[in-house]
């Protein structure tokens, strides 16, 4: 069973949810529309994953941040016009993510490869601050 903290990580997500901006959505700058906390709800639609989860990600000049502890590597970004793309590593596990967030919510979609197998399903973020 893939370990809850494990997708507990992924984000916006995520979904966390592809681990680069698509060149066509560009790059993200300094003091985005969408810094700041999120509170993001990822559930399983496939796989032997937890059913669902939610944590909490901070957002700091288009960079998706875990704030979460433990061993694990996210690599994320928000575009200007809101695309976001994230991957998350712990051990042999991963899961990329990917959507978009309007001003105060978003959603897509994530997928990933854990000790059991493989997982996939969707995300919803919603504005903390």
């Keep these: 069973m893939i370990s809850p903290s494990f997708f507990r990580s992924i984000i916006v997500a995520g979904a966390l949810a592809s681990a680069a901006i698509a060149a066509s959505a560009g790059t993200a700058v ?11 709800l ?4 496939s ?3 937890e059913r669902a989860y939610r944590y909490g990600v901070a ?3 288009g960079y998706v941040l875990y704030e979460g502890g433990g061993p694990v590597n996210l690599e994320g970004r ?3 016009n809101g ?3 994230v991957r998350v ?4 596990q991963w899961a990329d993510g990917s959507g978009r967030l309007l001003r105060d919510h978003g959603g897509g979609y994530w997928r990933g490869q854990g000790s059991t197998g493989t997982c996939a399903g969707r995300w919803e973020a919603e504005r903390r601050d």
Aim: proline share 0%; aromatic share 6%; charged share 15%.
């Design 30 to 40: 300094a003091g985005t529309s969408y810094d700041g906390s999120w509170s993001v």
């Design 47 to 49: 796989g032997a994953c």
């Design 59 to 61: 957002i700091s000049d």
């Design 83 to 85: 695309t976001v793309r």
């Design 42 to 45: 990822i559930t399983t639609d």
């Design 78 to 80: 928000v575009a200007r």
């Design 89 to 92: 590593v712990a051990g042999q």
